[in-house]
Structure formats: structure tokens, C-alpha cells
């Protein structure tokens, strides 16, 4: 027989470094925690880098040459400098219309017959400018952006009747982003969109797996705590986490080109505070569910969606209606994207960052709570 | 064995009571038991009897509703020191290496450091498991897997042990090796207790406590059971008529309250006070003879139960006649099916004449599930055929389907609908016309006593009645051919023999049954049997004739069903043995 032994109630080192070793061999031995963990951030972020661009480049235009006179074609020679557009030359409208009904070309620039003789004679010559509006945000930017062409050209050329040059001039210049690049700002929310992917999608996972495949029965009547056992779940998460997001802002540093111009030591302190709630939702949705699949179902709407559609991400906060802004204080994303993409662009600015931080551990705070209140050592419903 | 003098109660449980939310019933009603230090004390019941619900309050991770529950005299939760728990499902983490398990377990039940190569050695001579220290636990077999579960609750030497179910799915040769194992540790004083719904184990135990719906039936030493039933058991040979229609006339007997078939013999449970009748008072012919028989633990569960049931059978009254034919209701040539480099089965060669009970016998994962999945063209063979009521099923396993009726593994019905709904869908699925379907409806009902659970889920079903709406839902459409998986599994006696009455009656109509159990005495209803072990048919034939081979192969004088398989099985192994010496 074995002598007395110690109590086991309090919080034990020991049984909590096997909890991890074995979570570790676990996550080292499903390649599926792997691809969720790595290949799936690196998909999501090239995706983001490469794939989308909010940057209207190389829209595709039709320039309608009803006249060939020199002028003319010094215009069309314009358009086809811009780096806005690809230009296609044609030489009539009806197919310029075919063209936009089939969804070709996004706008038509028609440069009518007398356009030559008009600046011949000294006046302002006059063009027409047809979009898609089927896409409106498109259609205003190749509105815009043709006429600002045009008029470029026609400021060169000696009008009498041209308008007169304010005499104060606007001279925009963009801070922090200069190319106005949206790989600039969307590849830090890809990074957000990564760590709440390994943060709460993984974590919803685990727990639930514990229950379904029978383990947590007989974990459960071993003397470990409940928060060894929570504590077990949480620590290789993090760490994974954050090791993916270690590779995502490296390669957005080295491979996309983005500055990064804040510290490690604020870029590891806003992350690590917003795993917090991350895991805290994920690990809450898996001991209240018990069940893998709803477990990941709840997980993904209740964390990938909303930061996708209402972090600030991909569509700004303040042009949404505003009982919809009001849910948004609600997503810890929220919180994360603003700092994040201060981090690259600007630089450490912790009056904004500390707030935002505080916001995120509260929710962290409040998931852990309710992680704690149903994860009972017991099989009681 | 020594027993120490003293036996001091190392668990026990007074007038415990659980109810679940949602159960109609307390899953325990004022049950009281102990458990002492250096015995086996078994906790035996059927399905739903309430077993696990016990342990798990014991094993502190349920809250009785009345009653104490005491670990050496503490709450159950501050003595998990002292406690090896192994549920179910071993509590195994299948991704990690049988090395890895025990270190788990090992450093969470703080195992000194300095003790944990001696103990480790030591558990994995006694499991035989040292070669497999490096192999997945999840790429164990059945029964490696158990004893690994088991040395995760030996990792220190707990004073209590409270293994649920530790036989359940296992082979014989795996389970009386767990037994031996288990025997040895309460030669340290460990207290255990075993659960189980087998009734073999049941006789083995030092102590056993009946469970049956919430309630203790019997308690005391399992040959105080027994003895209830000493002298009523008589063994009927010789008889000179077909073995079912004769059983199910006996059992229509007063005097006779319970009776299954034993290869070509009876075995009778009499009333008790009934004297021991003449042989002539059978009408069987002049051949027939009575000689006493062995109580076993199960006699004295039905007695408990009041005794068996009747021997006709509702279903089979109101069954059409199927019309007889020469050519096999079931086929299987040469079937085989791979799963990559896998043999699940493996030249699976067999013919059932029509009206016959045919037998797959064998431990899980041996291949039955398999071999019967392909014939009811749930799986496609990779080689071989097989044909069902005549359609071959290559090229018509749509019509093959259609003839059989399927009674799946756990009774597979939908649980969120209601008894009604369930067999309305199964009518549908069938394609009985409307007034068939209702006219079905009706006669099941009134057959399986449904009635007036017509509006229950089907999910909230006593484990019996379940099995009853699954019969029903698989000879709603009066099919030629019935697969039966595993139908018995884990249900009480009582109900066991009701639903083999339903069966004995169905095939003096003309079906024919394909049934597959790893209850042994199960095989002796059936006419032939295989034996499949290992992707294989190691034997086939009639039930009596694969005693015979056992009494050959292992000397005894009157083997049972299980002592066939066990000694089949090991000369299986050998063979393979001495086969893979010859090759290397």
C-alpha cells in the first residue's frame, strides 16, 4: 500500500506540465491543428495581400474615338497613361454598349466628332462620360477619375474660355499611407482575422473533443483541478497564436512590403490581450456545447464573422447605420484592428493603445468567467 | 484465494436515488451497496439499469439526489486519490502512445518520480503490453485497449476500483484475461467493482448487486441466485420434432416458465414447486428424454423477473407466409472487401436455405459488421458475390435491399421523433401504401404494447422498448429476409427471450434470418453458425458441431458456446503462428 498522501486540492505544477505535454503531443500529431494553425493563416493572408485589393488599378475604360485629330488623340493618349485604367481604343458606341452590358469595360469615355475643330477654335471642347452605375462605388470612382484625366489634359492646352486656376491651391497629401495602398490596412486585419481563427476556432475545439471521445470522464476523477485542466487548454493555444502571428507579420514586413514602424513589445502586448477573450469565447463555446461540430459552428459565427463584417476591417465603422456601430463595440476585433494597423503605419501611440487593450481584457475577463461557471467537475446537467 | 479476515468496507452507497431531467423514472431508486477491500463485487444489470449512473456517483462525478455515498468514510471527491476509475471507453486519448497514456496518468496521480520506471515495468508485463509502448492507443486492438485502461488506473495502487462495463465488446479470450488480471489485484487488498451486464461474469463475482431500472433485485453471493433455481432446470433431448415450434409449444406450458434452445436440446426452467414432468407428458415421440440441468445466475434473474415469456408469438401470427423456394435466401461467394491494404473480410463463403437462422459469431472488429453490411448493399464488396432473395447484388442491390428488413446495430431510429412518427417513416421508406401503412401501424402497436407510447421519442425509450420499435420498424413491410445486428446487445433476459420467440416464430413462417451477436448461448438459436475472427470464417457449421470440435481441441466433457469459441479462436492463433513461423 502506498503511504499517505498529499491533499490535491490545491493548483499543482506538475499535473498541470503533463496536461500540456500531453496537449502538445496532441497538436503535433493532428496535422489538422497544423493546417488550421499555419496553412490556413498563410492562405487568408496571401489572399488579402494578393487577392483582394480595394485599389481601383487598372479598371478597364473604353475611350470611343468618333474624331482622329490630333487633340484627340493627344487625349486618348492621356487615358491610356493613367495607371487607373486599361484602356481599350473603339471606334463606335454601340459596341462600346455591348462591351458594358457584357460587363467588360466599367466605363466609356466618348470623344465626339467635332472635338478636334472645337479646340481648334480655341474653345473648351466637351467629352461624355458613361459608367456602370450597377456598381455604383466603381462607377463614381471612373467618373471621377476620367474627368480628373481630362481635365489634367485640357489645363495643358490654352482655353480661353478654360476656368481660371484658383488662386489658393488644395494640395492633398495622405499620412502614413502615402500610395493610399489598401494592402496597407488590410493585411493587419488579415493578421486579426488569423489570430482569432487559431485563438477561438481552435480552442472551441478542444474541450468539446475532450468530452466527446469519453477522456474527460476519467480526467475528471483523477485529483486535478478544473482550473489545471483550463489552464492546460489555454497555454498551448496561446502560444500556437501567437507563433502564427509571428509568421504572419513577418511575412507582411518582408514579402508585402509593409512598414512596421510600432515595437514587438506593444505588437506581443495588444496580441496577447486580445487572445484573451479569443480563447475565452472559444474555450466557453466548447465546455458549454460539448460537441465538436456545434462547438465550431458557434465559434465561427460567434468570432470570424463579426471580425470580418464588423471590426473595422473591410468596411468602415462610421459609414455603418448606427444601431450597427453600437454592436461593433461589442467585437474584441473592434479593439485590435485600430492598434494593429497603428502598430505598422505609425508607430507605438499607447494613448490609443491602452484603452483599447483594457477593452479587450474585460471581454476576456467576462468569457473566462463564464468558462469557469461551465466547466464543473461533474457530469450533472 | 486469501481473503483478509476483516472486511472493512472501502465504498458504499445507502438508499441512493438519482433522477435525470427529462427521465420519467429515477435512474436509481434507494439503492444501497458496499464494496470490500480485496473482493470483486459485481454490479450486474442490463442496459439502463443504472450501472454506470452508480459508478459515476461513486467515482464522484454525479450528485446523488438522496442518499450517502462514502469513500473510507470521505465525500467521494476528496478521495480521488484513492480511486481507479475506467469508464466505458477507457478514457483513453487514442492519438497519444500507450507510453504517453501512462505518463499522463502517471504525473497526474503524482507518481514519484523515482518509483515510475519500477511501475511502469511492472504494469506493462502485467497488461503484455511492454511491446507496444511506442503504438498509437488508438491503433490498439479491442482488448489491448482495456488493459492499457486499466494500468491507467493502476499507475498507483488505489484502495477502490470501479471498472463500468470492462468486458463489453470484447472478445472471450481478452475478457477472461482482463478477469485473471483483475483477480490478481485484489491479492493487494483492492477493493473493485465490476460492472457488468454479462451473467456469466455475474457467477464469477465474490458479491454481486442486480440492478434492473433503478431498483437492486438481489444481493448476496451470485450462487444464493443461483440456488433458486437448483433442481428446476431440466435438459429435454431427443425429442422428435423441429426444435422452434417445439419450444414455442413447451413454453405454452404452465409448469414451464422459462426455455431456450441448446443445439439439439431444451433447456427448461419449471415453475417453482412444479414437480419434474414425464417425458411422455412433451408428446414428442417416444424418444425423448429429461435429464437435470446446471442452474446458472440468468435462471435466477428470470425467476426475479417472474419468469420468462409465453411461447407464441403475436408478430409471427399475423406474418404472411412466405412462399418456400430451393434456391438460397442468402448467398455470399467468396465476398471480400478491403479498405486499402486492409482485409475487413476475406472469402466470406456461405448459403442460408430459405426459413433458417443463420449465425455470425465474433469478436468487434472481427468483420460480421462488415460481411453484413455488403450483403444488405450498404457496402460494396471488392471481390465475390452475394445475392438476397435472388438478386444478385452487383446488379440489383435496389431489389436486394428491398426484400430485407434491417434492424441495425443500436437500434438506429430517429430519437427526436415520437414512436408514431417513426413508424410512419419507416412504413414510408418501405413504400407500403397508405392503408397497408396504417393497418401496420396498427397490428405493431398492438404487438409490441406501443400503444399508449405512441407520442414518447423514440430517443426517451427504456433500452427494451427501443429494440421492440426496432423490430417493428424492420418487419413493418413483411419482408423474406431479416439482417438482425447485434439485435440482443446489452437488454435484459426477459426481453432477450421475447424477441427470440418473435424470431423462432417469423421463421417457422418461411423468413429467413441473418442474425450476427457476441452473446455465445445467442448462437445456440441458430442453425448454422460462423465464426469470424480476424477478417475470417475460422469455423463453420451447426452450433452442436463446433462444440464437438471444441471438445476435441480442449478435452472437456460438456464445453458451453463461448468455451467452443474461446478454444476455436486459440487454434486460429496458432495456426497463424505457426503459418508466419514457416514463412520467416
Same mark, same amino acid.
Given at each position: 500500500?502506498?503511504?499517505?498522501?498529499?491533499?490535491?486540492?490545491?493548483?499543482?505544477?506538475?499535473?498541470?506540465? *503533463?496536461?500540456?505535454?500531453?496537449?502538445?503531443?496532441?497538436?503535433?500529431?493532428?496535422?489538422?491543428?497544423?493546417?488550421?494553425?499555419?496553412?490556413?493563416?498563410?492562405?487568408?493572408?496571401?489572399?488579402?495581400?494578393?487577392?483582394?485589393?480595394?485599389?481601383?488599378? #487598372?479598371?478597364?475604360?473604353?475611350?470611343?474615338?468618333?474624331?482622329?485629330?490630333?487633340? *484627340?488623340?493627344?487625349?486618348?493618349?492621356?487615358?491610356? *497613361?493613367?495607371?487607373?485604367?486599361?484602356?481599350?481604343?473603339?471606334?463606335?458606341?454601340?459596341?462600346?454598349?455591348?462591351?458594358?452590358?457584357?460587363?467588360?469595360?466599367?466605363?466609356?469615355?466618348?470623344?465626339?466628332?467635332?472635338?478636334?475643330?472645337?479646340?481648334?477654335?480655341?474653345?473648351?471642347?466637351?467629352?461624355?462620360?458613361?459608367?456602370?452605375?450597377?456598381?455604383?462605388?466603381?462607377?463614381?470612382?471612373?467618373?471621377?477619375?476620367?474627368?480628373?484625366?481630362?481635365?489634367?489634359?485640357?489645363?495643358?492646352?490654352?482655353?480661353?474660355?478654360?476656368?481660371?486656376?484658383?488662386?489658393?491651391?488644395?494640395?492633398?497629401?495622405?499620412?502614413?499611407?502615402?500610395?493610399?495602398?489598401?494592402?496597407?490596412?488590410?493585411?493587419?486585419?488579415?493578421?486579426?482575422?488569423?489570430?482569432?481563427?487559431?485563438?477561438?476556432?481552435?480552442?472551441?475545439?478542444?474541450?468539446?473533443?475532450?468530452?466527446?471521445?469519453?477522456?474527460?470522464?476519467?480526467?475528471?476523477?483523477?485529483?486535478?483541478?478544473?482550473?489545471?485542466?483550463?489552464?492546460?487548454?489555454?497555454?498551448?493555444?496561446?502560444?500556437?497564436?501567437?507563433?502564427?502571428?509571428?509568421?504572419?507579420?513577418?511575412?507582411?514586413?518582408?514579402?508585402?512590403?509593409?512598414?512596421?514602424?510600432?515595437?514587438?513589445?506593444?505588437?506581443?502586448?495588444? *496580441?496577447?490581450?486580445?487572445?484573451?477573450? #479569443?480563447?475565452?469565447?472559444?474555450?466557453?463555446?466548447?465546455?458549454?456545447?460539448?460537441?465538436?461540430?456545434?462547438?465550431?459552428?458557434? #465559434?465561427?459565427?460567434?468570432?470570424?464573422?463579426?471580425?470580418?463584417?464588423?471590426?473595422?476591417?473591410?468596411?468602415?465603422?462610421?459609414?455603418?447605420?448606427?444601431?450597427?456601430?453600437?454592436?461593433?463595440?461589442?467585437?474584441?476585433?473592434?479593439?485590435?484592428?485600430?492598434?494593429?494597423?497603428?502598430?505598422?503605419?505609425?508607430?507605438?501611440?499607447?494613448?490609443?493603445?491602452?484603452?483599447?487593450?483594457?477593452?479587450?481584457?474585460?471581454?476576456?475577463?467576462?468569457?473566462?468567467?463564464?468558462?469557469?461557471?461551465?466547466?464543473?467537475?461533474?457530469?450533472?446537467? | 484465494?486469501?481473503?483478509?479476515?476483516?472486511?472493512?468496507?472501502?465504498?458504499?452507497?445507502?438508499?441512493?436515488?438519482?433522477?435525470?431531467?427529462?427521465?420519467?423514472?429515477?435512474?436509481?431508486?434507494?439503492?444501497?451497496?458496499?464494496?470490500?477491500?480485496?473482493?470483486?463485487?459485481?454490479?450486474?444489470?442490463?442496459?439502463?439499469?443504472?450501472?454506470?449512473?452508480?459508478?459515476?456517483?461513486?467515482?464522484?462525478?454525479?450528485?446523488?439526489?438522496?442518499?450517502?455515498?462514502?469513500?473510507?468514510?470521505?465525500?467521494?471527491?476528496?478521495?480521488?486519490?484513492?480511486?481507479?476509475?475506467?469508464?466505458?471507453?477507457?478514457?483513453?486519448?487514442?492519438?497519444?502512445?500507450?507510453?504517453?497514456?501512462?505518463?499522463?496518468?502517471?504525473?497526474?496521480?503524482?507518481?514519484?518520480?523515482?518509483?515510475?520506471?519500477?511501475?511502469?515495468?511492472?504494469?506493462?508485463?502485467?497488461?503484455?503490453?511492454?511491446?507496444?509502448?511506442?503504438?498509437?492507443?488508438?491503433?490498439?486492438?479491442?482488448?489491448?485497449?482495456?488493459?492499457?485502461?486499466?494500468?491507467?488506473?493502476?499507475?498507483?495502487?488505489?484502495?477502490?476500483?470501479?471498472?463500468?462495463?470492462?468486458?463489453?465488446?470484447?472478445?472471450?479470450?481478452?475478457?477472461?484475461?482482463?478477469?485473471?488480471?483483475?483477480?490478481?489485484?485484489?491479492?493487494?487488498?483492492?477493493?473493485?467493482?465490476?460492472?457488468?451486464?454479462?451473467?456469466?461474469?455475474?457467477?464469477?463475482?465474490?458479491?454481486?448487486?442486480?440492478?434492473?431500472?433503478?431498483?437492486?433485485?438481489?444481493?448476496?453471493?451470485?450462487?444464493?441466485?443461483?440456488?433458486?433455481?437448483?433442481?428446476?432446470?431440466?435438459?429435454?433431448?431427443?425429442?422428435?420434432?423441429?426444435?422452434?415450434?417445439?419450444?414455442?409449444?413447451?413454453?405454452?406450458?404452465?409448469?414451464?416458465?422459462?426455455?431456450?434452445?441448446?443445439?439439439?436440446?431444451?433447456?427448461?426452467?419449471?415453475?417453482?414447486?412444479?414437480?419434474?414432468?414425464?417425458?411422455?407428458?412433451?408428446?414428442?415421440?417416444?424418444?425423448?428424454?429429461?435429464?437435470?440441468?446446471?442452474?446458472?445466475?440468468?435462471?435466477?434473474?428470470?425467476?426475479?423477473?417472474?419468469?420468462?415469456?409465453?411461447?407464441?408469438?403475436?408478430?409471427?401470427?399475423?406474418?404472411?407466409?412466405?412462399?418456400?423456394?430451393?434456391?438460397?435466401?442468402?448467398?455470399?461467394?467468396?465476398?471480400?472487401?478491403?479498405?486499402?491494404?486492409?482485409?475487413?473480410?476475406?472469402?466470406?463463403?456461405?448459403?442460408?436455405?430459405?426459413?433458417?437462422?443463420?449465425?455470425?459469431?465474433?469478436?468487434?472488429?472481427?468483420?460480421?459488421?462488415?460481411?453484413?453490411?455488403?450483403?444488405?448493399?450498404?457496402?460494396?464488396?471488392?471481390?465475390?458475390?452475394?445475392?438476397?432473395?435472388?438478386?444478385?447484388?452487383?446488379?440489383?442491390?435496389?431489389?436486394?435491399?428491398?426484400?430485407?428488413?434491417?434492424?441495425?446495430?443500436?437500434?438506429?431510429?430517429?430519437?427526436?421523433?415520437?414512436?408514431?412518427?417513426?413508424?410512419?417513416?419507416?412504413?414510408?421508406?418501405?413504400?407500403?401504401?397508405?392503408?397497408?401503412?396504417?393497418?401496420?401501424?396498427?397490428?405493431?402497436?398492438?404487438?409490441?404494447?406501443?400503444?399508449?407510447?405512441?407520442?414518447?421519442?423514440?430517443?426517451?425509450?427504456?433500452?427494451?422498448?427501443?429494440?421492440?420499435?426496432?423490430?417493428?420498424?424492420?418487419?413493418?413491410?413483411?419482408?423474406?429476409?431479416?439482417?438482425?445486428?447485434?439485435?440482443?446487445?446489452?437488454?435484459?433476459?426477459?426481453?432477450?427471450?421475447?424477441?427470440?420467440?418473435?424470431?423462432?416464430?417469423?421463421?417457422?413462417?418461411?423468413?429467413?434470418?441473418?442474425?450476427?451477436?457476441?452473446?455465445?448461448?445467442?448462437?445456440?438459436?441458430?442453425?448454422?453458425?460462423?465464426?469470424?475472427?480476424?477478417?475470417?470464417?475460422?469455423?463453420?457449421?451447426?452450433?452442436?458441431?463446433?462444440?464437438?470440435?471444441?471438445?476435441?481441441?480442449?478435452?472437456?466433457?460438456?464445453?458451453?458456446?463461448?468455451?467452443?469459441?474461446?478454444?476455436?479462436?486459440?487454434?486460429?492463433?496458432?495456426?497463424?503462428?505457426?503459418?508466419?513461423?514457416?514463412?520467416?
Amino acid at each position: 500500500m502506498s503511504g499517505p498522501r498529499k491533499p490535491s486540492k490545491r493548483f499543482d505544477y506538475r499535473r498541470l506540465r *503533463a496536461m500540456l505535454v500531453k496537449e502538445f503531443a496532441q497538436i503535433v500529431r493532428d496535422p489538422s491543428t497544423f493546417l488550421v494553425a499555419l496553412a490556413l493563416p498563410l492562405l487568408l493572408l496571401f489572399m488579402f495581400g494578393y487577392g483582394i485589393s480595394l485599389d481601383m488599378t #487598372g479598371t478597364r475604360l473604353a475611350v470611343v474615338m468618333e474624331d482622329s485629330s490630333a487633340p *484627340a488623340l493627344g487625349l486618348s493618349q492621356s487615358y491610356r *497613361a493613367s495607371p487607373y485604367f486599361k484602356v481599350d481604343v473603339l471606334r463606335d458606341r454601340a459596341e462600346a454598349r455591348r462591351q458594358m452590358i457584357g460587363g467588360k469595360i466599367k466605363g466609356v469615355v466618348v470623344i465626339p466628332q467635332d472635338f478636334g475643330r472645337q479646340v481648334h477654335e480655341g474653345h473648351m471642347p466637351t467629352i461624355q462620360i458613361v459608367t456602370d452605375g450597377s456598381e455604383p462605388n466603381t462607377a463614381q470612382f471612373v467618373a471621377s477619375e476620367a474627368q480628373g484625366v481630362f481635365q489634367t489634359w485640357a489645363a495643358a492646352e490654352p482655353f480661353a474660355d478654360a476656368p481660371k486656376p484658383p488662386s489658393i491651391e488644395i494640395s492633398t497629401r495622405f499620412w502614413y499611407n502615402p500610395g493610399l495602398k489598401s494592402r496597407f490596412f488590410l493585411v493587419p486585419g488579415a493578421i486579426a482575422i488569423v489570430m482569432t481563427i487559431v485563438g477561438t476556432l481552435l480552442t472551441a475545439l478542444v474541450v468539446a473533443r475532450e468530452w466527446e471521445r469519453g477522456t474527460m470522464e476519467a480526467i475528471m476523477a483523477t485529483p486535478i483541478t478544473m482550473v489545471e485542466f483550463i489552464a492546460s487548454k489555454i497555454v498551448p493555444y496561446y502560444f500556437l497564436a501567437l507563433a502564427s502571428m509571428t509568421v504572419c507579420v513577418a511575412i507582411a514586413v518582408t514579402i508585402f512590403g509593409l512598414p512596421f514602424r510600432g515595437s514587438l513589445v506593444a505588437l506581443y502586448v495588444i *496580441a496577447s490581450a486580445f487572445l484573451m477573450p #479569443g480563447l475565452g469565447l472559444g474555450l466557453f463555446v466548447s465546455s458549454a456545447t460539448k460537441n465538436q461540430f456545434v462547438a465550431s459552428q458557434i #465559434g465561427l459565427i460567434a468570432s470570424f464573422l463579426p471580425t470580418f463584417l464588423l471590426s473595422g476591417f473591410l468596411y468602415e465603422i462610421p459609414s455603418m447605420p448606427v444601431w450597427i456601430q453600437a454592436i461593433t463595440y461589442i467585437i474584441p476585433a473592434r479593439y485590435l484592428i485600430p492598434s494593429l494597423q497603428t502598430l505598422f503605419l505609425t508607430g507605438d501611440v499607447w494613448s490609443l493603445f491602452l484603452p483599447n487593450i483594457a477593452m479587450m481584457l474585460l471581454f476576456g475577463f467576462v468569457y473566462f468567467f463564464l468558462s469557469f461557471r461551465v466547466t464543473k467537475r461533474s457530469l450533472d446537467t | 484465494m486469501p481473503v483478509p479476515a476483516a472486511l472493512e468496507p472501502i465504498a458504499s452507497a445507502a438508499s441512493v436515488v438519482k433522477r435525470f431531467p427529462g427521465g420519467a423514472a429515477p435512474a436509481l431508486n434507494g439503492v444501497s451497496m458496499t464494496v470490500e477491500a480485496g473482493r470483486i463485487t459485481g454490479l450486474v444489470g442490463p442496459d439502463g439499469a443504472g450501472k454506470t449512473t452508480l459508478i459515476r456517483i461513486l467515482a464522484g462525478l454525479l450528485h446523488a439526489d438522496e442518499g450517502e455515498v462514502a469513500i473510507l468514510g470521505h465525500k467521494p471527491i476528496e478521495m480521488l486519490d484513492q480511486l481507479g476509475y475506467m469508464p466505458q471507453r477507457f478514457g483513453l486519448y487514442e492519438d497519444l502512445t500507450v507510453r504517453q497514456n501512462l505518463d499522463l496518468y502517471a504525473e497526474l496521480r503524482a507518481l514519484p518520480e523515482e518509483d515510475k520506471e519500477e511501475t511502469f515495468s511492472r504494469l506493462l508485463r502485467f497488461t503484455d503490453l511492454a511491446r507496444f509502448q511506442d503504438r498509437l492507443a488508438g491503433k490498439l486492438s479491442g482488448g489491448m485497449k482495456q488493459k492499457l485502461g486499466l494500468a491507467c488506473t493502476l499507475v498507483r495502487t488505489p484502495r477502490l476500483m470501479l471498472l463500468d462495463e470492462p468486458g463489453v465488446g470484447v472478445d472471450p479470450i481478452s475478457r477472461r484475461e482482463l478477469w485473471a488480471m483483475v483477480q490478481d489485484l485484489t491479492d493487494e487488498g483492492i477493493g473493485i467493482l465490476w460492472s457488468t451486464a454479462y451473467l456469466d461474469e455475474a457467477e464469477k463475482c465474490d458479491r454481486v448487486y442486480l440492478l434492473n431500472e433503478g431498483k437492486l433485485l438481489f444481493d448476496g453471493p451470485p450462487g444464493e441466485l443461483t440456488d433458486r433455481a437448483e433442481g428446476r432446470v431440466i435438459q429435454l433431448t431427443g425429442f422428435g420434432e423441429a426444435r422452434r415450434p417445439f419450444l414455442s409449444r413447451t413454453l405454452d406450458r404452465p409448469d414451464i416458465i422459462d426455455g431456450t434452445i441448446q443445439g439439439r436440446s431444451l433447456r427448461l426452467l419449471l415453475r417453482d414447486g412444479s414437480p419434474v414432468p414425464e417425458p411422455a407428458s412433451f408428446e414428442a415421440g417416444a424418444g425423448t428424454r429429461i435429464a437435470k440441468g446446471q442452474p446458472r445466475f440468468e435462471d435466477g434473474f428470470i425467476e426475479i423477473l417472474g419468469g420468462g415469456p409465453k411461447g407464441t408469438s403475436a408478430l409471427a401470427e399475423n406474418y404472411r407466409v412466405i412462399p418456400p423456394s430451393d434456391r438460397p435466401a442468402i448467398e455470399a461467394k467468396g465476398l471480400t472487401k478491403r479498405f486499402g491494404d486492409f482485409v475487413a473480410a476475406r472469402d466470406m463463403d456461405f448459403a442460408i436455405p430459405q426459413g433458417q437462422i443463420y449465425g455470425l459469431l465474433g469478436p468487434n472488429g472481427a468483420g460480421k459488421s462488415t460481411t453484413f453490411k455488403m450483403l444488405c448493399g450498404l457496402l460494396s464488396p471488392s471481390g465475390g458475390q452475394g445475392a438476397v432473395a435472388g438478386n444478385d447484388l452487383r446488379h440489383s442491390a435496389a431489389e436486394a435491399r428491398a426484400s430485407l428488413g434491417y434492424m441495425a446495430q443500436k437500434f438506429s431510429l430517429y430519437g427526436e421523433l415520437s414512436v408514431g412518427q417513426n413508424l410512419d417513416f419507416f412504413a414510408g421508406a418501405y413504400n407500403l401504401r397508405r392503408p397497408d401503412a396504417r393497418r401496420a401501424k396498427d397490428a405493431m402497436c398492438e404487438i409490441f404494447d406501443l400503444g399508449d407510447k405512441l407520442n414518447m421519442n423514440a430517443g426517451e425509450l427504456p433500452l427494451g422498448f427501443k429494440q421492440r420499435l426496432a423490430l417493428a420498424a424492420a418487419v413493418m413491410h413483411q419482408p423474406p429476409v431479416l439482417f438482425l445486428d447485434e439485435p440482443t446487445s446489452g437488454v435484459d433476459p426477459v426481453t432477450r427471450r421475447m424477441f427470440w420467440t418473435h424470431i423462432n416464430g417469423l421463421v417457422e413462417k418461411g423468413v429467413t434470418v441473418l442474425v450476427t451477436t457476441h452473446f455465445m448461448d445467442e448462437a445456440e438459436y441458430c442453425d448454422d453458425v460462423s465464426l469470424i475472427y480476424r477478417g475470417e470464417q475460422i469455423a463453420t457449421g451447426t452450433p452442436d458441431a463446433l462444440k464437438e470440435q471444441a471438445v476435441t481441441l480442449t478435452e472437456s466433457d460438456d464445453p458451453t458456446m463461448e468455451d467452443a469459441f474461446v478454444a476455436l479462436i486459440e487454434e486460429s492463433d496458432r495456426r497463424r503462428e505457426a503459418d508466419e513461423r514457416d514463412a520467416a
